[in-house]
């Protein structure tokens, strides 16, 4: 297994093989995290791809192009001020 994500996965397979293996980090599109769940994992959690991607359902299972993460996405919605927040 030459992908270290799936040799993280053998290795809590090897080591927890009862147990629901979740993976998640850098699984940016669909044949990443098919490759995963081909090394082992039961589930793939999408964070930023989700984020980036509301309709990533959608988009894996019509073989879209994913659109890239934006990290102004995680960025503040409001501006609170100071005294605003004095009680």
């Known amino acids: 297994i030459a992908d270290s994500n799936a040799i993280l996965v053998y290795l809590a397979r090897r080591y927890a093989p009862d147990l629901a293996l979740i993976a998640n980090g850098g699984l940016h599109d669909a044949s ?10 039961d589930i793939v959690a999408f964070g930023k791809s989700a984020l980036a991607n509301p309709d990533l359902p ?10 890239p993460f934006d990290t102004a996405l995680l960025g503040p919605i409001a501006d609170i001020k100071a005294q605003e927040l004095a009680l």
Do not use: H
């Open 32 to 41: 990443r995290a098919q490759e995963i769940v081909e090394a082992g994992a």
């Open 58 to 67: 959608d988009r894996i299972g019509t073989v879209r192009e994913l659109a």
